[in-house]
């Protein structure tokens, strides 16, 4: 749970649809001032300046992403094949391998300094596996964490039914995080056939929708998790 200082206030954006590539590089505006604060900071202890958090909020057009220690073979489709499933590709600096983003898929972007809530990436990536535990509880779906393999899942105990629902995928320097989560709502989950999720091969992918038998109102979802990261965190939203 939160420390005991004094709560962090975070600037929210909710994007709605956006271009991921767009997205990509307001995610690496917004670290890079970070960054370059903490390093004046460092340099200059008699003229501190305060970090500003922020969480993204929104949803992709159809786009595959590679982190930095993927394999390029889990991409199981070619430069036509991607076209004509009016997808695009990116490599990019995330930590973890292969996955998807696409509409009625709830991604969030914490740019967050770790400096004002714990300095332990284990631990972060545990707070955003446990918002999505507690928020897929509020619907009646219980789901938990898979030893070893990062993301949030569905019958977490049962090997041959094990489904992940959540991927995580982040990038850390100087305690500035970006990249997050990926929360599988509404989500079309024909294009994971396009790929090996995150590197695996032997686990499937499931949405709410998929296992509600529904379609589940994005907006309630956004803002459930929205509250369920600022429970965990101890942060409160700047106005």
């Not at 545990?126 to 619907?139: G, H, P, Q, S």
């Amino acid at each position: 749970m939160p420390n005991s200082k004094a709560k962090r206030r975070v600037h929210f954006q909710d994007l709605s649809l956006i271009d991921y590539k767009e997205c990509w590089d307001l995610q690496e505006r917004l670290n890079k001032e970070n960054v370059s604060i903490k390093t004046h900071n460092f340099k200059h202890p008699e003229e501190l300046q305060e970090t500003k958090d922020t969480l993204i909020f929104c949803e992709h057009p159809h786009v595959y992403t590679l982190g930095k220690s993927g394999d390029l073979k889990n991409l199981l489709l070619n430069e036509e094949g991607l076209k004509n499933h009016d997808a695009v590709f990116y490599k990019i600096n995330r930590g973890g391998d292969i996955t998807y983003h696409g509409p009625g898929q709830l991604v969030g972007y914490p740019i967050f300094d770790l400096d004002h809530y714990f300095t332990d990436i284990h631990k972060y990536l545990r707070y955003i596996e446990e918002a999505i535990i507690l928020v897929l509880a509020d619907y009646g779906i219980k789901a938990g964490r898979i030893e070893g393999l990062t993301g949030v899942w569905i019958d977490e105990n049962d090997p041959e039914k094990a489904r992940k629902i959540c991927a995580i995928g982040i990038r850390c320097s100087r305690w500035i995080t970006m990249h997050g989560f990926a929360f599988n709502v509404n989500t079309d989950m024909t294009y994971f056939d396009h790929i090996v999720p995150c590197g695996i091969d032997d686990k499937e992918v499931t949405s709410m929708e998929q296992e509600l038998g529904r379609k589940v109102d994005m907006e309630e979802v956004k803002q459930k998790t929205l509250d369920a990261l600022k429970r965990l965190f101890g942060f409160e939203l700047a106005t």
